[in-house]
């Protein structure tokens, strides 16, 4: 149980188009999502942290008219990468919050983006 | 969210047990300690976590010192598939788990 599938789980894009990540948790509610993006050989840096129906909430230096969240509904929730530039080249991850077969509420990792831009 | 101290890098051989420490001295009560664990190029994948109590599931024990101000994640037999980086993080429930550097872990043959 506690499955988050994440796609695509790699994209190249050229610079200056969009890129849509999508994060299911499939057999869960996820009340809460995060998304994070990874350099390489550092560590996973919290994004944006989403909340289903409301906006989400973005960490300091991070644009939120570039990397737009949507949380529409309790199992989905998208990551939109506009107007792409090489340095937003980078692994991005999500996570979902969400009670783990009765009280426990736990977070669940996707398996990653991996976004090149050329 | 209280900070968590973790070596860099530690060695095991296959089939002993890794024992992994991580120091959070500035735990507040509410906060639980979990553990990731991230191979090479995919997700987080969680291991355990507990908030007092030692825990073991399927894949690990956890250790928790009595006053929490440290935690030992206990691989009982590594094998070369859980060469990893680990994470230690503490947090309140409800909030994101912010990593810090982890803990690269190589079993070796």
């Known amino acids: 149980g506690a499955v988050v599938s994440q796609h695509p789980s790699w994209v190249i894009c050229k610079s200056g188009t969009s890129v849509k990540i999508e994060c299911r948790s499939l057999d869960f509610q996820a009340t809460t999502m995060f998304w994070y993006r990874q350099f390489p050989k550092q560590s996973l840096m919290l994004m944006a942290t989403?909340?289903?129906?409301?906006?989400?909430?973005?960490e300091q230096g991070v644009e939120k008219d570039k990397f737009l969240i949507n949380h529409a509904s309790l199992t989905l929730s998208t990551l939109t990468v506009t107007s792409a530039h090489p340095e937003d080249s980078s692994f991005y991850i999500c996570s979902a919050r969400g009670l783990w077969g009765g009280s426990n509420y736990g977070y669940t990792f996707g398996s990653g983006t991996r976004l090149t831009v050329v | 969210d209280a900070k968590t101290t973790q070596p860099p890098s530690m060695d095991c051989a296959e089939g002993r047990a890794a024992n992994l420490p991580c120091n959070h001295s500035?735990?507040?009560?509410?906060?639980?300690v979990y553990w990731y664990r991230q191979i090479h190029s995919q997700g987080p994948q969680y291991i355990i976590h507990g908030l007092k109590n030692n825990e073991t599931n399927e894949m690990a024990s956890l250790i928790i010192t009595e006053d929490r101000k440290s935690s030992t994640l206990i691989l009982p037999h590594a094998t070369l598939r859980d060469t990893a980086v680990y994470y230690c993080?503490?947090?309140?429930?409800?909030?994101?788990?912010?990593f810090g550097k982890g803990t690269s872990l190589l079993v070796t043959p």
């Open positions: 500035t735990i507040s009560g509410n906060e639980y």
């Open positions: 993080i503490v947090r309140d429930s409800g909030y994101a788990l912010n």
């Open positions: 989403s909340n289903e129906g409301s906006k989400a909430t973005y």
